[in-house]
């Protein structure tokens, strides 16, 4: 019997991107019956113990997600035993995660588009210093991500 898959959504600030793929992907995942856990984090201190950007909440409640509950925090060595995937949201993000892994890490590390069918090695960009269309097209994206990444769930 495998283990309840573990996801780890990492983004810079832990504010924009990674709190919204955490929200779209429970939220994908619970809308095809998966049991699967899921959290965030960031590389940086900035805004730890803060909610996510009121730009990222309103954004995800928009489209049926509440995402007020979480809090900021900074990745970990430990999370790469506490995890089963640690998911990049950009390439930066995914070096720097590869560097704080333990080799062989126990976590399955990767770029977050790499799952979304037809974006491999593309990027969620970081939409913190632009507009809400910014946030929009997050969304957007980590939906897409979260679609496919449920994929590598669902076929067990
Ligand atoms: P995130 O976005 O990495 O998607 O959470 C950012 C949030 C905050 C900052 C940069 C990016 N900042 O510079 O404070």
């Not at 959504?9 to 899921?38: T, W």
């Not at 979480?70 to 999370?79: C, E, G, N």
């Not at 588009?113 to 939409?127: C, K, M, S, T």
Request: negative net charge.
């Amino acid at each position: 019997m495998s283990k309840t898959p573990k996801v780890l959504f990492v983004c810079l600030g832990n504010i924009c991107r990674s709190p919204m793929a955490q929200g779209a992907f429970l939220h994908v995942a619970s809308k095809a019956g998966l049991k699967l856990e899921a959290d965030s984090a960031g590389l940086h201190g900035w805004h730890v113990g803060r909610p996510p950007d009121r730009r990222s909440q309103a954004v995800a409640l928009k489209y049926g997600v509440d995402i007020g509950d979480q809090r900021a925090r900074v990745l970990t060595p430990a999370d790469f035993a506490a995890f089963t995937h640690v998911i990049a949201m950009d390439h930066e993000i995914l070096r720097a995660v590869k560097k704080m892994a333990p080799d062989p890490a126990p976590a399955a590390v990767s770029l977050f588009l790499d799952h979304a069918p037809g974006r491999a090695g593309q990027e969620v960009p970081d939409p913190f210093y632009g507009d809400d269309d910014g946030f929009e097209a997050t969304w957007a994206d980590v939906m897409e991500g979260s679609e496919g990444l449920i994929r590598i769930f669902q076929t067990v």
